[in-house]
């Protein structure tokens, strides 16, 4: 019945292509029928038996019926779960107020980092980075953000330490980066050795041995959003042959 | 909407990488980003690209009544404009600190400075004096709007041309630009301005600040000047001891990279004035049809024929299955023809099929032999010819299947229908 669908997965798509799902001429009498849902992810919406697309990016499938579009948006608005690098923007009472790039502050409070008290609380100062994730993210609610896990482990979260560079790259890039075997990541670590936070909602923060190879890893990550596999490995190698 | 903060880790990083000379950008101290100046359809409109930083200029006229302590000089007016779509700090209509400060520096920058002579602009002394408005657009804001401002106003005012007029009497006529050639404005000298962050009370000096350096910037100096080196304005801010030396070394900067940017609008102003002369299109607007008819047109797009036949032919490959669907009348032997009985089963028709090769190809001799001989095509013939044996097999095929049940050992049946096909097609 997706057919159609499945067909244009990998196809570039853009805001007011649709698809049309007719009934289907042949039923088979004898095999089950099986009532089959497709789930809509970002840039696709249904509008009646139609399925609109009202982002511009590459159509993506998951199985069984999971379809989404890829797109190079800048503009990160939150979801459950995710962790991101947010900076403290303000110290009222017990909460912190945390600016992550979406349209509303998040607030943190000093009782969600591992280890602290009402007694030991945690050493946060004003334009510090957090690196946690959203406990509610929720449009008519203000966002949540928590630095421990459910088993109240800091997990990698956390504030950060001092030095690196924070920069922003697209939530594409951000995806590429964080995929279980991403080519970029691969190809980044035969370069130099770096601390890299990728936050979902496209910040990263990258720290590096000098200020020089700090600098060089900003930029190749912010011009390896437009380039293609071959264009980056070319690039990354003319990196290498020159900073050694 | 409140403008994303700065962090402490970028701000120590910023100011470190600057102790040991070095820019987000990979840029030199004194290097400016790349000046990038483009027009618009119409005449004094121009778009000046600074790295990321984008403004957009455009100059207008209109005829007025003059000041009354200056009956006979023409009215310059000039006003930026911080909009929201520049960064999200700027907010609409609303008159920040930082848009009073562009406005008030762009006049003395172009007002002050005497660059346009004003008195050109009168038409009837003490009645009627050309008003010229420049408004300049923040498109993007990536640091050192103040530049990119002073550079998208002084060009686009070099570019616009205000309507003819004459004066017979009290009679003004103002030509259309049909009737007469409008003309330019006179505009004696150039002055453009250049900024200079200071960072750690004056010890570290940067030409073209970035939004990120300005951030962390203790003080700027902004200098304006012509390409003859005359300072037409000068303003430090953020409150910081220079020293006179140091103002010196700008100076020196400023005529260096004044005399560049002068050299690039120059250039620009002549490539577009080609551009129009020669009655192409020109500018960023003129790129997109409005309101004609053959707007939706399309021109014909080429298209790649190379290996059309291959394809072509891979297609037909593909398309094998296509006389097994609706099976042909058997024809055991030549001349005779039946329908219906020992037609091949249509159901589950793929999986059948394959058996039948294969046991056709285990127990079959004879077939072999004529595989080999297809094969052998298949290596030296041409591509054309491939889609015709494939052919030729889906024939021996097709009348072996129903034959089998009835007959085993009908061979020279099968092979005289084979052969017969073969003659029908051919």
């Known amino acids: ?244 | 909407m409140k403008d994303t903060p700065l962090s402490n880790c970028e701000r120590d990083f910023l100011l470190k990488a600057i102790e040991e000379k070095k820019r987000l950008d990979g840029r030199q101290t004194y290097d400016y980003r790349k000046i990038k100046i483009s027009f618009g359809t119409d005449y004094g409109c121009c778009f000046v690209d600074l790295g990321q930083t984008r403004v957009m200029a455009q100059v207008s006229c209109e005829l007025v009544a003059p000041k009354e302590n200056r009956p006979n000089e023409g009215i310059m007016f000039f006003n930026i404009e911080l909009s929201p779509m520049a960064s999200p700090g700027f907010e609409q209509g609303r008159q920040s600190e930082l848009s009073v400060k562009l406005n008030r520096q762009l006049e003395r920058c172009l007002r002050n400075s005497k660059c346009i002579d004003t008195e050109s602009l009168c038409v009837v002394s003490g009645e009627k004096v050309w008003q010229i408005r420049v408004d300049v657009h923040t498109l993007n804001n990536d640091g050192n709007l103040m530049d990119a401002a002073s550079i998208a106003a002084i060009t686009a005012l070099c570019h616009f041309r205000r309507p003819d007029v004459s004066t017979q009497g009290q009679e003004v006529t103002v030509y259309s630009p049909e009737e007469r050639d409008p003309i330019p404005l006179s505009i004696y000298h150039m002055p453009i301005s250049v900024s200079f962050a200071f960072f750690q009370q004056g010890t570290y000096l940067l030409v073209d600040p970035c939004e990120r350096e300005e951030r962390v910037m203790d003080g700027l100096l902004v200098i304006a000047m012509n390409k003859h080196r005359e300072i037409c304005s000068i303003q430090s801010s953020g409150g910081i001891m220079l020293l006179k030396e140091q103002v010196m070394r700008c100076s020196k900067i400023a005529g260096v990279k004044v005399s560049e940017i002068t050299e690039l609008i120059n250039e620009a102003l002549l490539n577009d004035r080609k551009a129009r002369k020669a009655g192409g299109k020109c500018g960023f607007a003129e790129s997109m049809p409005q309101e004609r008819i053959t707007a939706l047109k399309k021109d014909e797009t080429p298209v790649e024929m190379t290996d059309v036949t291959e394809t072509a032919n891979g297609i037909i490959q593909k398309g094998e299955a296509a006389p097994q669907t609706v099976p042909s009348p058997v024809v055991p032997v030549p001349g005779v023809g039946q329908v219906g009985q020992g037609l091949q089963n249509s159901w589950g028709l793929e999986d059948d099929d394959e058996d039948d090769y294969e046991e056709e190809k285990n127990d079959n001799s004879g077939d072999e032999q004529v595989e080999e001989v297809t094969k052998m095509d298949v290596g030296e013939g041409d591509v054309v010819e491939i889609s015709d044996i494939e052919e030729e097999e889906v024939v021996i095929l097709n009348p072996e299947v129903p034959e089998k049940p009835k007959n085993t050992g009908s061979k020279s049946h099968q092979k005289g229908a084979a052969a017969s096909k073969k003659r029908q097609k051919k």
């Open chain 1, 1 to 244: 019945m997706f057919s159609t669908v499945r067909e244009r997965v990998g196809e570039v798509l853009l805001p007011g292509d649709e698809f049309s799902f007719e009934a289907e001429e042949k039923i088979s009498l004898t095999a089950p029928v099986k009532s089959e849902k497709v789930v809509c992810g970002p840039g696709l919406r249904r509008c009646g038996d139609r399925l609109v697309v009202f982002k511009s990016g590459v159509l993506r499938h998951k199985e069984p019926n999971v379809f989404w579009i890829d797109s190079q948006q800048r503009r990160y608005v939150p979801a459950k779960g995710e962790s991101i690098i947010g900076i403290v923007t303000a110290k009222s009472g017990d909460v912190f107020k945390v600016d992550f790039g979406g349209s509303e502050q998040a607030s943190l409070s000093y009782l969600t980092f591992e280890g602290a008290t009402k007694r030991n609380r945690p050493n946060v100062q004003v334009g510090d980075l957090v690196f946690a994730q959203f406990l509610i993210a929720n449009k008519d609610m203000e966002p949540e953000l928590v630095c421990i896990d459910s088993s109240g482990r800091a997990n990698g979260m956390g504030v950060f330490g001092a030095g690196g560079l924070l920069f922003r790259v697209s939530l594409g890039l951000v995806r590429r980066l964080l995929a279980p075997h991403s080519d970029i990541r691969s190809d980044l670590e035969q370069l130099f050795p770096c601390e890299l936070v990728v936050g979902m909602n496209g910040r990263i923060w990258v720290k590096s041995a000098t200020v020089q190879q700090t600098l060089i890893i900003a930029n190749l990550l912010q011009s390896a959003e437009t380039m293609t596999a071959q264009q980056r490995q070319q690039l990354f190698r003319k990196v290498q042959q020159g900073a050694f």
